[in-house]
């Protein structure tokens, strides 16, 4: 059984940091391409951050430069560290893997910026 659990939300004041986890199991990790996905209330769900199994990274205009995705292969897990974190980058944080067509969702960690 494949589960992706999200952990690390929480409510911050704008400027703060934030680092998320995502811990996977029932995959081959290593060979899985990871991403967190962000869905603000009222908004479609859309990619903050991808890492790629060799490494590789991409992320969405809004977030680069304050925002670093991770991955270490030997714990299954993915992070998402936040920095300087805006009112707008509010939402439900979801962790998926992706191998070819295949993906999985983890139930999301809610994040809440204040300003």
């Known amino acids: 059984q494949v589960q992706l659990v999200e952990s690390g939300g929480g409510l911050v004041q704008a400027g703060g940091s934030l680092r998320l986890s995502c811990v996977a199991s029932g995959i081959i990790f290593s060979t899985n391409a990871m991403g967190w996905y962000r869905q603000a209330p009222g908004k479609q769900r859309e990619l903050v951050a991808g890492?790629?199994?060799?490494?590789?990274?991409n992320y969405a205009d809004s977030v680069k430069g304050r925002f670093t995705i991770s991955r270490d292969n030997a714990k299954n897990t993915v992070y998402l560290q936040m920095n300087s974190l805006k009112p707008e980058d509010t939402g439900v944080y979801y962790c998926n893997s992706e191998w070819g067509y295949i993906h999985y969702w983890g139930k999301g960690t809610l994040v809440t910026v204040s300003s």
């Open positions: 890492i790629r199994s060799g490494g590789s990274t």
